[in-house]
């Protein structure tokens, strides 16, 4: 079963090259000071400390996210599509992070292809998934399917038979192949579960991979189809340093296979500060809606709902970021999205009011770095529109996107031979002690 498509035959002349030039730079610059770390910096979650390699994507505080150097509206007009009118597909992003290229469309297609050779899940991680009670979290459902298929694991197997180390990103790579090929049957089938009738409906062999993942869950709508293209392009990869990456990039450091690395890292994105964004930027919005009789309100009413907020000692979700200190282009991109498609959802009008309003309702607190909206403000909206209302599930297709910059991560972390992640921890004494050494000092 293993792959014999150009994305593979492209890394195999790229990571040797690769690691010749890092090894070289390593060895005459490897004493080098990188960053410099502060207290409030360790005890703070580690924020902008420069410790990670990560060249799959870069996020600029002005320009967002950017993939391989490429900008959304790059990406967006560059990569292959499925038809002249379609967004660009997710794979063909893909094969972008994973080789720093822009892929042909004959490339994207194969690798379309390959992935649709490799989507059947096997009967026995089907079967634990139908053992899991229906009311349980999707993202616990998802976990347990990522991890279940861990028996099939190339990388494993053959590290266990002796696999050279120069041969781990090639298992990798097969193991990644496996499971985003099987990633959106997975979620589909937890959708129809969960909150359908339970009714598995088959892939259709004439879409592509994020087309099929909407028809699996019961959505025919073309339109539903490109916005998951979108979606899945745009929540793909974010540097290597947020909750879920570097969950992935640590547990595989411990060459892990891809399955315990996808599983730990989809745990991570469960939690409320990384992958809820969405939800409670909806729940917002509707609450927003409802307190004016469930109508699109006035810019009036945005401003005085928000203040109301806000001296409730509340943030409003969906504006600001860690990072960006301009509107998030991926929030761009699906803003586009609405104004084409779905210009009169009230939703979607309300969410462009907001724009209006909200930033410069948050300049007026003075202490706000960003004020403009970041990519959760207009995802809910999106999904609701097309009757995806089951927001404990947008996280799964959260995960299902994620995955792709998590495992082209992967592939690189092998193929450079990133080593064991092993930082140093101190004791709060022992920062006390910096502390008082350092203004002992300046003092003397």
């Known amino acids: 079963m293993e792959a014999n498509i150009e994305l593979k035959k492209t890394l195999a002349r790229l990571i040797p090259e690769w690691n010749k030039d890092l090894r070289a730079f390593v060895k005459e610059n490897g004493s080098v000071k990188a960053d410099e770390v502060s207290i409030d910096q360790i005890m703070g979650g580690m924020r902008s400390i420069k410790a990670l390699p990560c060249d799959t994507s870069y996020l600029d505080a002005m320009e967002g996210i950017r993939f391989r150097g490429f900008t959304i509206p790059e990406v967006r007009e560059k990569l292959p599509k499925p038809a002249p009118d379609a967004v660009p597909s997710p794979l063909a992003l893909w094969h972008l992070l994973l080789t720093g290229e822009m892929p042909s469309a004959a490339a994207a297609q194969e ?202 000692g509340h943030v409003i979700p969906g504006f600001g970021h860690a990072v960006l200190r301009n509107t998030d282009p991926r929030y761009v991109a699906q803003s586009d999205f609405g104004a084409k498609y779905l210009p009169e959802d009230p939703i979607y009008k309300t969410v462009t009011t907001m724009l209006e309003v909200i930033p410069p309702v948050l300049r007026q607190l003075g202490k706000v770095k960003n004020p403009w909206p970041n990519v959760d403000a207009m995802t809910g909206c999106l999904q609701q529109h097309y009757g995806i209302t089951e927001t404990d599930f947008y996280t799964v297709i959260f995960g299902v996107s994620r995955a792709l910059g998590i495992t082209a991560q992967a592939v690189w972390a092998r193929g450079i031979h990133f080593p064991l992640e092993r930082p140093k921890s101190v004791t709060t004494r022992m920062l006390k002690d910096i502390a008082a050494k350092s203004k002992a000092g300046a003092a003397a």
């Open 111 to 312: 690798l379309e292809e390959e992935i649709r050779r490799r989507s059947e899940v096997p009967a026995y991680v089907m079967d634990a998934m139908r053992a899991l009670p229906k009311d349980m979290h999707p993202m616990t459902q998802l976990s347990i399917g990522v991890l279940a298929m861990q028996k099939d694991s190339v990388f494993a197997k053959k590290y266990s038979e002796g696999m050279k180390k120069d041969e781990h990103w090639d298992a990798m790579l097969e193991d990644s192949l496996t499971l985003v090929a099987r990633l959106p049957v997975i979620a589909a089938f937890i959708y129809r579960r969960t909150y359908k009738d339970g009714t598995v409906i088959p892939a259709d062999p004439k879409l592509d991979w994020a087309a099929n993942m909407a028809h699996m869950m019961g959505v025919d709508n073309k339109d539903y189809q490109n916005l998951c293209r979108l979606y899945l392009l745009l929540h793909s990869d974010h540097e290597s340093g947020n909750v879920s990456a570097h969950t992935g990039l640590l547990v595989g450091s411990a060459l892990s296979d891809i399955y315990y690395s996808v599983s730990a890292a989809l745990n991570g994105l469960a939690g409320p500060l990384h992958g809820l964004a969405t939800q409670e930027c909806l729940n917002w919005i509707l609450g927003l809606m409802k307190a004016y009789g469930g109508r699109t309100p006035t810019k009036e009413e945005v401003e005085k709902y928000a203040w109301e907020t806000l001296n409730a």
